[in-house]
């Protein structure tokens, strides 16, 4: 993906007043798309044919195929080179603890966290896009329309995300097994309880 070439294309920024393990444990997984993001993913990107790598690394990785096998439809020029599989559907990283980054055939999308305590960070989310990509007629309104969209898809998310912080607080959370379509969440807190455990 020549990420040391990407340049930003477009940045959207949020004050979050919740844990940012919440976010990147919606960040990881895709099961939430069929009630979350019903128009957005689960259309081309059903939540039941996603699949987490177990990495036993300290990285997460899940990949979230086009239904059918299709190409997934890009705003730019996808870059040459990149895998005939990458061009159906898209991946999604955490680099521990909390580098988030949506792969896709035409872009980068990186969520940074800048974690200020416990149950407040900034997110910001840059979309970078490589140069070579921009070659294609309005690329300024593709630009815009990339960020709109980044900018929708958080907003769904925030619902879900503020929802699971209030049920962390409430006292009578409990912990509970992981769905099967968890399993970058779970290489997550693997990594954590590891940490954790370090003198």
Known sequence: WKMDELEIAGRVEFDQPYNWKVLADN???????????????????????SRAEETNAPWAAL??????????????QPLDGIPDGARR????????????????????????????????????????????????PDAEA?????????????MEDIAACDGVQRGLMSGSARAGRLSHLEGAIHEHQKWLMAELARP
């Open 142 to 154: 593709l630009k815009t329309f990339l960020r709109e969209g980044a900018y929708a898809v958080h």
């Open 89 to 136: 559907g898209f991946s999604v990283f955490n680099v521990y603890p909390s580098m988030l980054l949506a792969v896709l055939a035409d872009s980068v999308i990186w969520y940074r966290m800048e974690i200020d305590s416990v149950d407040r960070f900034k997110l910001t989310i840059y979309l970078l896009v490589h140069p070579q990509a921009l070659d294609v």
């Open 27 to 49: 960040f990881m997984e895709a099961y939430h798309h069929f009630a979350i993001h019903p128009e957005t993913f689960e259309p081309n990107y059903p939540a039941a044919i």
């Open 63 to 76: 990949r979230m195929p086009h239904k059918d096998g299709a190409l997934s439809e890009t705003l730019f």
